[in-house]
């Protein structure tokens, strides 16, 4: 009987194993994907799950797109920071808007608005989040339209009714703890993040179940393996030019006594997802406070990427961009699923441009590093990053921390908005290569002792922000990069950031916005040689996207001027280092545009 029971148990061990292993293989979201495979829709933020956006559309190309025109528009009736875009799904666009985060259903055939959800938020969110009023935009899955509101309530609500389904709160703001990040629908799960770095609100990732709202998993980015979800001897790093084990311990060890509770590693950015992988792929931000002094050690998992099992939140792989970060160099921003040569090997790539100013290529089934270089000849707080360690090599003048508290660092390039912020690259599968959006800036940074106080700013630092010295004078460009060589393959300048998500399309076009309000689009091939460029009514920070509807391509961006770039003129502020270090930087905006909130729509014409 013993041997039958042991034979038993075996068999069902086997078939649980199975059984768990199944999921992987089924399918990343059924309704997702088969609304991404329709390119007439625009389905996710990113128009598919690699955030590669990149549309199959074909229709307006390099050689009608000088033609095209304002089709329509469409108020948000909200002014402050634009950024994310609509939704597109069968027919319908699914709209949102800064806070108070209005939601509208808008019918294509005619602009209707077939609904309209405005949440009742306490406006005393709005001092609690650091730089403007954003929000990044909708999910879309099995009928249910999925919000991430400011005050952490995630909403799900009814496709075609508006009507709320679930919400459920995911941090608290009295803390700081706010969202600005848009959800994303991986498998069964809706994942979302966190604000608040600026804060000391401790960061994680959580995984909401999509039929109930109910918790799955949550992730922390800093503080014991067992609340990361880090298992120190299945969880890989890239150490002494290889993999290796996290080992115990892992980020505990890397932070002075109990600043790990107040340890920011927030996770506001966009998140992508492999199926057949089960891995789902963010970074993490800024270590709290700004004052590196104040928190001696590499404070692990700050600026790190993530690489998690989309079931059960554990970490195969984390990489850490900037050990120590001592410039606000968050690591936020999108990572891009590729499957591209890199030095002559094909690579089932993770492409990332980070805000220090390192774009870095690893494989994205181990998280071994494979390329890591600069992506604005200006960056200079580091020569490189020493490959064997994975470790950027400080330059000492330009190390805040070496420098100390209340010594002024001058210089430094990029500034805390990064040689990128959130603003997402595309990458195109004809060229091969990736569409970046970039800031030209550099920064002077004072760091000084700051103490927490739960709810308040925990910043600690004193910026003035400027364009990069020696070069052309503005504070952007608008670049095509090789992720398989490390090498920027054309620059294209611009006056302002371009604070705008690009995008790409079959039709031989890349398209972005900047802050003074113009869509450009250019040849993909050649992005020196502008092809359109239109004046809408306000800057742009949000990103362009594109559709059809009734056989007739559209492509379509928010303008409303805000976000970290524009919050002196979203917010009303006027000292030079007010919105830390924004003001001053680009005082001259406010020359160029004014603010608005309106979503501008533009096709060929009749």
Same mark, same amino acid.
């Given at each position: 009987?013993?041997?039958?029971?042991?034979?038993?148990?075996?068999?069902?061990?086997?078939?649980?194993? /199975?059984?768990?292993?199944?999921?992987?293989?089924?399918?990343?979201?059924? #309704?997702?994907?088969?609304?991404?495979?329709?390119?007439?829709?625009? !389905?996710?933020?990113?128009?598919?799950?690699?955030?590669?956006?990149?549309?199959?559309?074909?229709?307006?190309? +390099?050689?009608?797109?000088?033609?095209?025109?304002?089709?329509?528009?469409?108020?948000?009736?909200?002014?402050?920071?634009?950024?994310? @875009?609509?939704?597109?799904?069968?027919?319908?666009?699914?709209?949102?808007?800064?806070?108070?985060?209005?939601?509208?259903?808008?019918?294509?055939? $005619?602009?209707?608005?077939?609904?309209?959800?405005?949440?009742?938020?306490?406006?005393?969110?709005?001092?609690?989040?650091?730089?403007?009023?954003?929000?990044?935009?909708?999910? =879309?899955?099995?009928?249910?339209?999925?919000?991430?509101? /400011?005050?952490?309530?995630?909403?799900?609500?009814?496709?075609?009714?508006?009507?709320?389904?679930?919400?459920?709160?995911?941090?608290?703001?009295?803390?700081?703890? &706010?969202?600005? $990040?848009?959800?994303?629908?991986?498998?069964?799960?809706?994942?979302?993040?966190?604000?608040?770095?600026?804060?000391?609100?401790?960061?994680?990732?959580?995984?909401?179940?999509?039929? #109930?709202?109910?918790?799955?998993?949550?992730?922390?980015?800093?503080?014991?393996?067992?609340?990361?979800?880090?298992?120190?001897?299945?969880?890989?790093?890239?150490?002494?030019?290889?993999? !290796?084990?996290?080992?115990?311990?892992?980020?505990?060890?890397?932070?002075?006594?109990?600043?790990?509770?107040?340890?920011?590693?927030?996770?506001?950015?966009?998140?992508? =997802?492999? *199926?057949?992988?089960?891995?789902?792929?963010?970074?993490?931000?800024?270590?709290? +406070?700004?004052?590196?002094?104040?928190?001696?050690?590499?404070?692990?998992?700050?600026? +790190?990427?993530?690489?998690?099992?989309?079931? +059960?939140?554990?970490?195969?792989?984390?990489?850490?961009?900037?050990?120590?970060?001592?410039?606000?160099?968050?690591?936020?921003?999108?990572?891009?699923?590729?499957?591209?040569? &890199?030095?002559?090997?094909?690579?089932?790539?993770?492409?990332?441009?980070?805000?220090?100013?390192?774009?870095?290529?690893?494989?994205?089934?181990?998280?071994?590093?494979?390329?890591?270089?600069?992506?604005?000849?200006?960056?200079?707080?580091?020569?490189?990053?020493?490959?064997?360690?994975?470790?950027?090599?400080?330059?000492?003048?330009?190390?805040?921390?070496?420098?100390?508290?209340? &010594? $002024?660092?001058?210089?430094?390039?990029? /500034?805390?908005?990064?040689?990128?912020?959130?603003?997402?690259? @595309?990458?195109?599968?004809?060229?091969?290569?990736?569409?970046?959006?970039?800031?030209?800036?550099?920064?002077?940074?004072?760091?000084?002792?700051?103490?927490?106080?739960?709810?308040?700013?925990?910043?600690?630092?004193?910026?003035?922000? =400027?364009?990069?010295?020696?070069?052309?004078?503005?504070?952007?460009?608008?670049?095509?990069?090789?992720?398989?060589?490390?090498?920027?393959?054309?620059?294209?300048?611009?006056?302002?950031?371009?604070?705008?998500?690009?995008?790409?399309?079959?039709?031989?076009?890349?398209?972005?916005?900047?802050?003074?309000?113009?869509?450009?689009?250019?040849?993909?091939? $050649?992005?020196? *040689?502008?092809?359109? *460029?239109?004046?809408?009514?306000? %800057?742009?920070?949000?990103?362009?996207?594109?559709?059809?509807?009734?056989?007739?391509? =559209?492509?379509?961006?928010?303008?409303?001027?805000?976000?970290?770039?524009?919050? %002196?003129?979203?917010?009303?502020?006027?000292?030079?280092?007010?919105?830390?270090?924004?003001?001053?930087?680009?005082?001259?905006?406010?020359?160029?545009?004014?603010?608005?909130? @309106?979503?501008?729509?533009?096709?060929?014409?009749?």
């Amino acid at each position: 009987m013993r041997f039958s029971g042991h034979l038993l148990g075996r068999t069902w061990r086997l078939l649980a194993a /199975a059984l768990l292993a199944v999921p992987a293989l089924a399918h990343a979201n059924a #309704d997702v994907e088969k609304n991404i495979a329709n390119s007439k829709n625009w !389905a996710m933020q990113a128009g598919d799950m690699y955030n590669q956006r990149y549309s199959k559309l074909k229709q307006i190309n +390099t050689g009608n797109v000088g033609k095209m025109q304002v089709a329509w528009m469409f108020s948000t009736g909200v002014l402050r920071g634009h950024e994310g @875009s609509p939704l597109v799904i069968d027919g319908t666009m699914y709209l949102h808007s800064p806070f108070p985060n209005k939601v509208f259903a808008i019918n294509l055939d $005619n602009q209707k608005i077939l609904w309209k959800y405005e949440p009742k938020q306490d406006p005393a969110v709005i001092p609690q989040m650091c730089c403007d009023t954003v929000y990044r935009g909708l999910a =879309y899955a099995e009928g249910k339209v999925l919000l991430q509101q /400011a005050d952490s309530n995630l909403v799900a609500l009814d496709a075609k009714t508006g009507k709320v389904v679930w919400t459920v709160k995911n941090g608290d703001p009295k803390l700081g703890a &706010v969202n600005t $990040n848009a959800p994303h629908v991986f498998k069964d799960k809706v994942i979302t993040g966190i604000s608040g770095g600026e804060w000391g609100v401790r960061g994680f990732i959580a995984a909401y179940n999509l039929s #109930d709202g109910k918790l799955a998993w949550k992730g922390y980015s800093v503080g014991p393996d067992a609340e990361m979800l880090i298992d120190p001897q299945k969880t890989m790093t890239w150490t002494d030019g290889k993999m !290796a084990p996290v080992g115990a311990d892992s980020s505990l060890k890397t932070w002075k006594g109990d600043q790990w509770k107040i340890g920011g590693g927030t996770t506001w950015g966009w998140y992508s =997802y492999d *199926k057949a992988l089960n891995l789902m792929y963010y970074g993490t931000g800024n270590p709290s +406070t700004w004052n590196p002094s104040q928190r001696p050690g590499d404070n692990k998992w700050s600026m +790190t990427i993530f690489a998690r099992d989309v079931d +059960t939140g554990m970490a195969k792989w984390v990489y850490q961009m900037t050990p120590f970060d001592e410039w606000d160099f968050d690591g936020v921003n999108e990572m891009i699923l590729a499957d591209i040569d &890199v030095k002559g090997k094909p690579t089932k790539a993770l492409v990332h441009f980070d805000r220090n100013g390192f774009a870095y290529t690893m494989d994205r089934v181990t998280g071994a590093l494979l390329v890591a270089e600069k992506y604005d000849p200006k960056v200079n707080w580091a020569t490189n990053v020493d490959m064997k360690t994975g470790r950027p090599q400080v330059v000492a003048k330009y190390s805040t921390a070496q420098n100390g508290p209340d &010594v $002024n660092s001058k210089g430094i390039c990029p /500034a805390a908005l990064g040689s990128k912020d959130q603003q997402p690259a @595309s990458f195109d599968p004809e060229t091969k290569l990736f569409y970046v959006p970039t800031n030209h800036v550099c920064m002077d940074y004072e760091p000084f002792k700051v103490e927490y106080t739960a709810g308040q700013p925990y910043v600690g630092a004193t910026l003035s922000m =400027y364009p990069a010295p020696g070069s052309h004078g503005g504070m952007g460009n608008f670049i095509t990069y090789n992720a398989g060589t490390g090498k920027i393959v054309q620059s294209h300048s611009e006056k302002f950031s371009v604070w705008s998500g690009s995008l790409n399309t079959a039709g031989g076009l890349s398209c972005y916005g900047t802050l003074e309000g113009y869509l450009k689009c250019v040849d993909k091939k $050649n992005i020196n *040689k502008e092809l359109f *460029k239109f004046k809408t009514p306000s %800057g742009i920070i949000g990103n362009v996207f594109t559709y059809e509807h009734k056989g007739k391509q =559209y492509i379509g961006v928010f303008s409303g001027i805000g976000g970290w770039a524009g919050i %002196g003129m979203a917010a009303g502020l006027e000292k030079d280092q007010d919105g830390l270090g924004a003001v001053g930087g680009y005082r001259e905006l406010n020359q160029y545009t004014e603010l608005g909130g @309106s979503l501008t729509v533009f096709a060929l014409p009749n």
